[in-house]
């Protein structure tokens, strides 16, 4: 039974900083690949970032330089710190987990947390 959930979402302004976490399940964030996505209104589940189970990180090239995903073994936890925000950014950010390979597709994650809201005022 794999479980995952978000925290650390809220209001924040143009250029600040947030970071958001993923509390998951035992030795899941060791072992398990690891993303984000984001969903705004109107618009299609998109990939943020990713640690898949293979090694690396991975990041659509929106949030490249401003977003970094890392994990933390020991809390069994995943973060995505972001960077210099932007209106653009404002969305429902989900954590989800899998196991085998592909990283990108939101269609090969079968376990997610319940979002976060990310809104950025301008």
């Known amino acids: 039974q794999v479980q995952v959930s978000e925290s650390g979402g809220g209001l924040v302004q143009t250029g600040a900083s947030l970071r958001l976490s993923c509390a998951a399940s035992a030795r899941t964030v060791n072992s398990n690949t690891m993303a984000w996505f984001r969903q705004a209104p109107g618009k299609e589940r998109e990939f943020v970032a990713a640690l898949p189970m293979t090694g690396g990180d991975y990041y659509a090239d929106s949030v490249k330089g401003r977003f970094t995903i890392s994990r933390d073994n020991v809390r069994n936890t995943v973060y995505l710190q972001m960077n210099s925000l932007k209106p653009e950014d404002m969305a429902v950010y989900y954590c989800?987990?899998?196991?085998?390979?592909?990283?990108?597709?939101?269609?090969?994650?079968?376990?997610w947390g319940q979002g976060a809201q990310v809104t950025v005022a301008s």
């Open positions: 989800a987990t899998k196991i085998g390979l592909g990283w990108s597709n939101p269609a090969d994650y079968k376990y």
